[in-house]
């Protein structure tokens, strides 16, 4: 990881500008959308079907996971697959990018992380 964040930073000489990482960033998010979408209405090896979670009463918290979906049906083909790759790869260099203008190690923001989920489990609400 802390490779990566080099090599992000001796890359990043055209969007320099804090402004331009931050617009790249959100645009490398929305293109990570669009690839979903683009899975479900151009291709259709995925599709969404999204309802209200059927939660019974006195369910328990460490019950909720279970009533939980995720609401994709069917698996990303090798095509759509390598499209969001691409375009989550994209939004990894930009969020890198930001942690190097503030000087922040994304190593180090990934272990606090790791560390939150691993003390408080699913009470960890993101
Ligand atoms: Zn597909």
Redesign the pocket.
């Known amino acids: 990881m802390d490779e990566f964040q080099h090599a992000v930073g001796e890359c990043l000489v055209r969007h320099r500008s804090v402004l331009d990482v931050l617009s790249k960033f959100q645009e490398a998010n929305a293109r990570v959308h669009r690839a979903v979408a ?2 479900v209405t ?5 599709s969404v079907n999204a309802r209200r979670p059927q939660i019974p009463a006195h369910s328990t918290l460490r019950d909720l996971k279970s009533y939980m979906d995720d609401h994709i049906e069917g698996k ?6 390598e499209v969001l790759e691409e375009e989550l790869g994209k939004q990894l260099f930009y969020l890198v990018a930001l942690c190097n203008l503030f000087d922040l190690n994304t190593f180090d923001i990934l272990i606090k992380e790791n560390r939150k989920l691993t003390t408080l489990g699913m009470y960890h609400i993101s």
């Open positions: 683009k899975a151009t291709c259709g090896c995925i990303l083909c090798e095509s759509c697959r």
